[in-house]
C-alpha cells in the first residue's frame, strides 16, 4: 500500500473563501481521485486528477468551483473556490497504486471542511 | 449505469455474535466488489474485494464476504465480532464495462458493536 498525506486535517472557512487541499503520495502512482463525502453520506466522485493535463469532472462538478492541480505522480492538490455553507463535507484524495480495474483504491485521511 | 444499495443504515450486534453487513449491486458485466471501513476522522480502509473465483473471500481484521451472482449480493460477515468493530462501512462495485473504471460507492451502513 502507500501512504497518502493529506493537509489540513481540517479547516473553518468563512464564505466566500477558497481553500486549497494537498495530497501527497510516499510513491508515484498513475491514477489519483478527488472525492467529497457530504455529511451523513456516501461518497461521490469529484474528479479524476491527471498528470501533465486537465483533471476529468464528474457530473455536477466544473473546474471553475474545483479546480485541480496534478505537477507530478506523487502530488495534487484540489482548491474548494467561492466556497458556500452547502461545500461543507470531507474531501478524500484516493490513489489505485496497482493497473487493473481490479485494483483496491487506497484513501488519505480526508480534509473535514466547515464553511460559515 | 452501476449502483450499489447497502439497505441497513445501522447494525447492531453484541460482542461476541456474528455480525452480517449487507450489500446488493448492479452492474452490467461481471462485477468487481470490495469493502472498506471508515474509523472516526479517518479516510477509508481497504478490507476485501472479490474479482472471480471462489465465491467467500477473507480480507483484514477477520472479515469475510461471500459473493452471490444469482442474488447480486456482497455481504461482509464476521463469526465473532469486536468492539472495535463498530465503524462505517461502505460496499463499492466496479466493472469493466464502466468507463473510466470509477468506484461506485453505497450510502454506508454504521456497525455498533456493544459490549
Known amino acids: 500500500s502507500a501512504v497518502i498525506s493529506q493537509k489540513p486535517s481540517r479547516d473553518i472557512c468563512q464564505r466566500g473563501t477558497s481553500l486549497t487541499i494537498q495530497c501527497q503520495v510516499d510513491?508515484?502512482?498513475?491514477?489519483m481521485f478527488w472525492y467529497r463525502q457530504q455529511p451523513g453520506q456516501s461518497l461521490t466522485l469529484i474528479a479524476t486528477a491527471n498528470q501533465g493535463s486537465e483533471a476529468t469532472y464528474e457530473s455536477g462538478f466544473v473546474i471553475d468551483k474545483f479546480p485541480i492541480s496534478r505537477p507530478n505522480l506523487t502530488f495534487s492538490t484540489l482548491t474548494v473556490s467561492n466556497m458556500s455553507p452547502e461545500d461543507s463535507s470531507i474531501y478524500l484524495c484516493?490513489?489505485?497504486?496497482?493497473?487493473?480495474?481490479?485494483?483496491?483504491?487506497?484513501f488519505g485521511n480526508g480534509t473535514r471542511l466547515t464553511v460559515t | 449505469a452501476q449502483s450499489v444499495a447497502q439497505p441497513e443504515d445501522q447494525v447492531n450486534v453484541a460482542e461476541g455474535n456474528p455480525l452480517t453487513v449487507k450489500c446488493t449491486y448492479s452492474?452490467?458485466?461481471?462485477?468487481?466488489l470490495f469493502w472498506y471501513v471508515q474509523y472516526p476522522n479517518r479516510g477509508l480502509q481497504f478490507l476485501l474485494k472479490y474479482i472471480t473465483g471462489d465465491n467467500l473471500v477473507k480480507g483484514s481484521y477477520g472479515f469475510e464476504a461471500e459473493f452471490n451472482k444469482s442474488q447480486t449480493s456482497f455481504h461482509l460477515k464476521k463469526p465473532s465480532a469486536l468492539v472495535s468493530d463498530s465503524a462505517l462501512y461502505f460496499c463499492?462495485?466496479?466493472?469493466?464495462?464502466?468507463?473510466?473504471?470509477?468506484?461506485?460507492f453505497g450510502g454506508g451502513t454504521r456497525l455498533m458493536v456493544k459490549p
Open positions: 510513491s508515484q502512482v498513475t491514477m
Open positions: 452492474v452490467s458485466g461481471n462485477p468487481y
Open positions: 463499492a462495485v466496479s466493472s469493466l464495462n464502466n468507463a473510466g473504471n470509477m468506484l461506485t
Open positions: 484516493s490513489v489505485r497504486i496497482a493497473q487493473g480495474y481490479n485494483s483496491p483504491l487506497h
